[in-house]
């Protein structure tokens, strides 16, 4: 059973934030994610220069609060990656989860790092780097 804190007083911060990255039209790539597991949420937009390298990012997210900081975390850290760094963000981030890797290198991922303890959340995590592969992708 797990016995870590998972929503710390950083972890609620982190999902106040959201309302710095809102959810407009005007970014033109879009990608959406659901986890099988919680029932979360999220809609992300994208704006990316030629080569793919994202320059803004909105996004309207339905999770819990650890759901929500993942999200906080992802736009963050995003501008200025490409669909290939964000990718590989998520393939590694995945691997971390199901204990099969360290922390990845991703600013602020060990904010919620409790949140690898408990299997239901890890959905919830994942959920900004499905939806922004998702959008980048299909450009």
């Given at each position: 059973m797990a016995t870590t804190v998972l929503y710390t007083p950083e972890v609620l911060g982190l999902a106040i934030e959201l309302a710095h990255y809102p959810l407009s039209e005007a970014l033109p790539l879009r990608g959406d994610a659901r986890s099988r597991t919680c029932g979360s949420s999220i809609v992300l937009g994208l704006e990316a220069d030629a080569a793919g390298v994202v320059q803004r990012i909105g996004l309207r997210c339905q999770a819990c609060a650890i759901g929500q900081a993942a999200a906080a975390l992802f736009a963050r850290g995003a501008a200025g990656r490409d669909a290939a760094q964000i990718a590989a963000?998520?393939?590694?981030?995945?691997?971390?989860?199901?204990?099969?890797?360290?922390l990845p290198?991703?600013?602020?991922?060990?904010?919620?790092?409790?949140?690898?303890?408990?299997?239901?959340?890890h959905g919830a995590v994942m959920l900004p780097w499905d939806a922004a592969v998702a959008a980048l992708c299909a450009r």
């Open positions: 963000a998520r393939d590694a981030i995945g691997a971390w989860l199901a204990g099969e890797a360290p290198d991703w600013p602020g991922l060990e904010t919620i790092a409790a949140a690898r303890d408990y299997p239901a959340r």
